[in-house]
């Protein structure tokens, strides 16, 4: 049998949650039936959920996930069919993929390459199985292999490789397959989402397809599985170096399958791609939206709450709940919408209605904030549909500057308490918008960047409060171009307000004209900075030697901006440490629980800093 369609579905699955990821599994398998499928790959570790981290290291998880076979084996009938679970096997587990065909187990491929750089810690958990190697496994009174396997279907020879694998160049299985004569490779993924990565991603699909001379299919997971990492979803079909199918990617729907008609003996079959537009704004909009949604219903919120200040960050945060719910409901229809994210279904009839009770939003104001950050945070609520309210602060300030001065006799000024009179006002905002959130059992969005991340530009317990901080996987350069793409693409009206201002805390008395980048740096040196001291881990020197030839700005104050970067980032490095959990959606992030670990207590690179300053 030369001609075959073959199916790939993208799930979006939820560590041991057990019930919806079978059922999407068991949907998969009935959607692929449907559509008279001959071979179905689901992605990696999808009965179990990716994100089980150390549970893996357990003996009753894997051996769980083993159970759950029986279930599986039994929806499987004329279709083959590869689900992914963690294996236990003499001692170690092993990250595998299992073949199913007519209710009968086959043999287990087993993850030969483990992911152990960037977000990824596989060999924490996993061991890693050595090429060629097949041993046999016993289940239900059974032997069935397990290993470096290829398997025969309906005169298709059948290799594989599971993510990581096609990733190590020369090492890969692939070339093995190839001398096998091997016709369809199967990939069952876990591959996270960042910008720019599907390109990448498609070249490799489709260049495997003709480096090895045959079809590859390609299936990973979707959505955000544990909090961190977002999957895409998506599903590549390559014949021979020619992309021949592939899905609509960072969908809200829970399984997501394509098909396409395949001809082994290499006559070319018409098929129609989907179309999806990979330009960085356009990614960012999506990837956050369907990473707040599950956010929301996966850890059982009903709402979000936002303390809204008029700047861009939190502007950020308001669009980005509106697209979740635009985006949300053009998917999955507004009865859809309603029933996944879990909210009370009150009569909504549009986007509107459904965005004004998903998002309340507060203006907080003290003595030292503008009008015009009060007008941009009401334009910006208006636009997006959002609840708004706005509240005064000042007397509970008051109250805490009164308290300490009385109880210490000191008085405090801002010419010789400066942080602390800041770190008051933002405190203070705190506990009000704590307690909108309870009262709405909603999520409070903390709105911290990755550029305040960098140099701790925060107040831990003020502005770093809240369950989820959307946006500090990007900088703050980003950020302000994404909103000007905002304005014009997607049409917000107070976006105008909002980007015709100077990035400003506005904590000291207005007099003094505080802006962001006069206490730190211009943003997009910083930036810059970051980019080769935390991605290229370059030192101080290194650092300075390499952008000193973009001409940035003068050599003393390059030096200087430099010197103060590495300082702030030493110290602040606590403040990473308890940052609210944010989404990985750049080549690499900050925060020291997916991708940049650092000690919290160092040597703050003194001596390197004094090398620089006499470089």
């Known amino acids: ?11 979006n699955q939820t560590p041991l949650e057990w019930k919806s990821n079978l059922a999407n599994i068991k949907e998969a398998i009935l959607q692929a039936k449907n559509s008279d499928a001959d071979i179905l790959c689901l992605p990696e570790l999808c009965i179990t959920g990716y994100g089980c981290e150390d549970l893996f290291l357990s003996d009753w998880l894997p051996e769980k996930a083993f159970k759950k076979l029986e279930d599986i084996a039994t929806w499987v009938e004329d279709c083959f069919t590869i689900v992914g679970l963690p294996v236990r096997f003499k001692g170690k587990t092993y990250n595998s993929a299992v073949a199913i065909y007519q209710g009968e187990i086959l043999g287990f491929y087993c993850k030969q390459f483990l992911a152990d750089e960037g977000v990824h810690y596989e060999p924490r958990w996993f061991s890693p199985w050595p090429a060629e190697y097949v041993h046999y496994i016993e289940f239900n009174g059974r032997n069935y292999p ?3 396997i290829t398997l025969d279907h309906k005169g298709i020879k059948i290799g594989f490789e599971i993510c990581e694998d096609a990733w190590r160049g020369e090492e890969r299985p692939g070339y093995r397959l190839k001398e096998q004569g091997v016709d369809l490779i199967l990939n069952p993924s876990a591959s996270h989402f960042a910008f720019g990565k599907s390109r990448f991603r498609e070249h490799l699909i489709v260049d495997s397809s003709e480096i090895f001379d045959c079809v590859y299919l390609y299936s990973n997971l979707l959505g955000n ?24 990617r960072l969908s809200f729907q829970s399984v997501n399958l394509v098909t396409a008609d395949v001809d082994f003996s290499g006559e070319e079959v018409p098929q129609e791609l989907a179309y999806d537009d990979q330009d960085k704004y356009l990614e960012f909009d999506k990837a956050i939206a369907l990473a707040l949604f599950d956010y929301l219903r996966k850890s059982h919120s ?11 960050d939190s502007a950020c945060c308001a669009i980005m709940v509106a697209e979740m719910v635009r985006r949300g409901v053009e998917d999955l229809g507004i009865e859809g919408f309603i029933a996944k994210s879990g909210i009370a279904d009150q009569g909504y009839e549009n986007v509107e209605d459904l965005t004004r009770n998903m998002l309340y939003t507060a203006y907080q104001a003290t003595k030292n904030s503008s009008e015009e950050t009060f007008l941009a945070a009401k334009e910006i609520a208006e636009s997006v549909g959002a609840t708004f309210y706005s509240w005064s602060i000042d007397d509970v300030v008051e109250d805490y500057t009164k308290i300490y001065e009385n109880t210490t006799g000191e008085e405090l000024t801002w010419e010789d308490h400066d942080i602390p009179l800041q770190n008051i006002q933002a405190r203070s ?10 009262v709405k059992k909603g999520l409070l969005l ?6 305040e991340g960098d140099v701790g530009y925060a107040t831990m317990d003020g502005d770093t409060s809240g369950g989820i901080s959307p946006i500090a996987g990007v900088d703050k350069t980003f950020i302000r171009n994404w909103l000007k793409w905002a304005e014009k693409e997607r049409g917000f009206y107070g976006l105008n307000r909002v980007n015709s201002l100077s990035p400003t805390a ?13 206490d730190l740096m211009p943003y997009h040196i910083l930036s810059k900075i970051e980019r080769e001291a935390i991605f290229h881990r370059k030192s101080p020197v290194e650092v300075y030697e390499t952008l000193n030839f973009e001409n940035l700005c003068e050599k003393e104050t390059l030096k200087k901006y430099i010197i103060k970067f590495f300082k702030l980032w ?23 629980k997916t991708w940049c670990r650092f000690p919290i207590l160092s040597g703050a690179f003194n001596e390197e800093i004094e090398e620089l300053k006499n470089f």
Request: cysteine-free; proline content about 4%.
């Open 302 to 312: 009903r709402s979000f709450v936002l303390s809204l200040s008029g700047g861009a």
């Open 446 to 451: 903390a709105t911290s960047n990755r550029s």
């Open 146 to 148: 397990i290993g470096d």
């Open 225 to 248: 599985e544990t909090g961190r990492m977002i999957f895409d979803g998506e599903v590549f079909i390559a014949q021979k170096g020619k992309l021949i199918q592939k899905n609509r």
């Open 506 to 518: 506005e904590l000291r008395p207005s007099e003094q004209q505080q802006t962001d980048e006069s």
């Open 570 to 592: 030493s110290i602040n490095q606590w403040k990473r440490e308890r940052f609210a959990p944010s989404f990985h959606l750049d080549e690499f992030n900050v925060d020291p």
């Open 1 to 11: 049998m030369k001609k075959m369609r073959l199916a790939g579905a993208a799930l």
């Open 429 to 438: 905002r705190a506990p009000m918008i704590w307690l909108l959130t309870n």
